[in-house]
Each structure stands twice: as structure tokens, then as C-alpha cells.
């Protein structure tokens, strides 16, 4: 995979992820002790990212500020579009050139599904070597976060044989959720896994990820059975009403009652699964959950700032390294950067 655009989960490939945890892994050591984190730190001091994040943010946002500054380099933030010039009729793509003149990478979250892609298309037409990272387009996608919630997976599952075979339930508002609409998609990485899709019937996943998981051979069981399904999951994703999105009122008829996580689920959960939840939360995972084990949120939120360290060396390294190539690299030049970081 070429490290340039990170736009969609289904860009990433099995191979890339593995080396992009091991990396993760080290970074995590690195972190840990003064002299590694100064290594890091003198990597990237001579780059900035900018984050164009025009939908509010606290976890994506301050772990890709943390990510930057773990690898040396400045950050500016674009957050209010009051103050932006957008405000005086400027098109967002003219925005993000403008930001390209200032910026050595890109980190966006915006409404606009599509506004991600097109700015990637627009540097590389411009001739720009700029990369786009997507931090959450709409309802759409967010990629990193698919990145983060599967290593977290990995790294719960590491002593029971990883992700294959295992039962994830992805729970709540599956129709506008974009993190769970990128982790189905990962899941085409593992072999029998088994996805249980619950939902209120008006909040169910859309056909694009269901026609995914068909094509991929991914097993997948829509349900609106809730207990059942904590009963039978490994892993048990809950997900937040997203009515940030709602056009005409639509959460409003919903009874999400039945998809609250509560203590009385840590009985029925098995001794060996976990939950998961991207944040923030509401009352969908009620907050005296947090002191059993099995609930990994905020180890899983951290894994973010790691992971999206190890992202964001591994898209300046190629960019570097394209600059000087003239262009895509090939294979064993990539594998050669890969290497460079391993040590
Ligand atoms: C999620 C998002 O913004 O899509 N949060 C996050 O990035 N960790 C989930 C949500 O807002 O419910």
C-alpha cells in the first residue's frame, strides 16, 4: 500500500496492518523511555500538519496533536469555520490549497463525506505532494479510527488466537456510525469472523457495508436482540446515537433504551470478551461499567495517539522518500523504509 492518501479502510491491506502495529509497538516502547521519545522527536522537527477539523472533536483531534508533537513537528488548527474565509463565500478546496502552501500534511474532518477524497484528488492534480488524512468525513468513514479500534482488538485478543473466529457486535446507530461503517470493512482481513449487526431497525447498517461484507465472505447477522447478542460476542462495540446528523428529527421516535450497556450486561458478557466504545459516550455504556477489565475504553482511546503516531511517520517517510524518487516507490524501496523504522 502506498502510504500517500489515508481516505478509506478498505485502502489498508493485511500486510500493511501488521507492520503498521509492529511499528505501533515500538513506538509505544520508544514513548516510554527519554531517549527514545527524543528520537522520535528529532525525526519530523522540520514538517507541520495541519488540522482542518470543522466537525467538534476532542479524541481525534488532541491524538493527532500528540501524534505530531511525538514526531517533533509543529501543528496549526483550522477548528471554526466562523473564522475561516469560508465564511466569505471561499470554496473548502481553496481553503485546503491554501493550507497546502503552509502545511506538509493535512488531517480534515468535515461533513462533507466526499470533501476528503476530492482534496486528495485536487493536491495531486495541483501537483501538490500533500497528503490527506481523513479524521472523519460525516457519516461516512474514519479510517484511522478503524486502525486503532483493530489493533486494540489485536492486542485483547493476542492470547486467544487473535481476531479469526471471533464474534464482534457493533452496536447502536450502525447506519450513521462512521467508525463501525470502517471496522466492518477490516474485519475482510480475518478469516470466520463473525459480525452481529445490532440495531434499532431505522438506524440498521446501510447496503454499501452489508454488500462489502457479502463480497468479502465476511459472516454477518443483523439483529435488534441486544442481550443475546453480548451473550454470544467476543468483542462488543457500542456506538452513540449520531443525531448530530439527523435532517428531520429522526432519533427522535427511536427507543435506543434497548442498546444501553449497564452492569447488569457485565453478567451476561463472557469472562474472556471485552467492550469496546469509539467516544464520546452517552448513556449507551453506562459509566459505573468502567472498573471491570473487560471494559477497554480508555485503552483503546489511547491506542489512538499511538497508532496515529506510527500513521503519520510512516506518510511522512514515503512522502520524503517519493520527493526524492520523483514519485510512487517501488516495493522493496518501501520495505527498506519499513526497515528503517524497525530498529
Ligand atoms: C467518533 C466519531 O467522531 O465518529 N468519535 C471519535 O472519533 N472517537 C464517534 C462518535 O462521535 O460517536
Not at 220 to 249: S, W
Request: proline share 4%; with cysteine.
Amino acid at each position: 500500500m502506498r502510504f500517500r492518501h489515508i481516505l478509506r479502510a478498505d485502502q489498508f491491506d493485511r500486510h500493511t496492518l501488521d507492520r503498521l502495529y509492529a511499528l505501533t509497538n515500538r513506538i509505544r516502547k520508544k514513548r516510554g523511555t527519554r531517549d527514545g521519545a527524543l528520537w522520535l522527536r528529532a525525526q519530523f522537527p522540520h514538517r507541520r500538519a495541519i488540522l482542518y477539523f470543522l466537525q467538534s472533536s476532542s479524541r481525534t483531534w488532541g491524538s493527532f496533536v500528540a501524534a505530531a508533537q511525538n514526531l517533533g513537528m509543529d501543528t496549526l488548527d483550522i477548528r471554526d469555520p466562523r473564522v475561516s474565509s469560508e465564511v466569505k463565500g471561499e470554496a473548502s478546496l481553496d481553503s485546503i490549497r491554501t493550507f497546502s502552501s503552509y502545511a506538509d500534511v493535512i488531517i480534515m474532518r468535515v461533513n462533507d463525506k466526499g470533501l476528503a477524497a476530492k482534496a486528495a484528488e485536487h493536491m495531486d492534480s495541483a501537483g501538490r505532494p500533500i497528503p490527506i488524512i481523513n479524521g472523519g468525513s460525516g457519516p461516512d468513514e474514519h479510517p484511522t479510527q478503524a486502525c486503532l479500534d483493530d489493533y486494540t482488538l489485536r492486542r485483547s485478543f493476542k492470547e486467544r488466537g487473535g481476531i479469526d473466529g471471533k464474534t464482534i457486535a457493533l452496536v447502536g446507530d450502525l447506519k450513521r456510525g462512521r467508525t463501525v461503517r470502517s471496522l466492518a470493512r477490516f474485519m475482510q482481513h480475518y478469516t470466520g469472523v463473525k459480525l452481529l449487526l445490532v440495531s434499532p431497525p431505522p438506524f440498521a447498517m446501510e447496503k454499501d457495508v452489508l454488500d462489502f461484507l457479502q463480497e468479502h465472505e465476511i459472516r454477518y447477522a443483523v439483529t435488534d436482540n441486544f442481550d443475546q447478542a453480548v451473550a454470544e460476542a467476543d468483542a462488543v462495540y457500542m456506538t452513540r446515537i449520531q443525531d448530530e446528523h439527523d435532517t428531520r428529527g429522526e432519533s427522535a421516535g427511536v427507543d435506543f433504551s434497548k442498546f444501553c450497556f449497564t452492569e447488569r450486561h457485565l453478567k451476561i458478557l463472557k469472562p474472556h470478551s471485552i467492550v469496546m466504545h469509539p467516544l464520546p459516550r452517552r448513556e449507551e455504556l453506562s459509566v459505573s461499567c468502567d472498573k471491570d477489565p473487560r471494559v477497554m475504553i480508555w485503552r483503546q482511546e489511547r491506542n489512538g495517539m499511538h497508532v496515529r503516531t506510527a500513521l503519520l511517520l510512516r506518510v511522512l517517510r514515503e512522502q520524503e522518500m517519493e520527493k526524492r524518487w520523483g514519485g510512487p516507490l517501488p516495493k522493496h524501496i518501501q520495505d527498506q523504509l519499513w526497515l528503517l523504522d524497525s530498529a
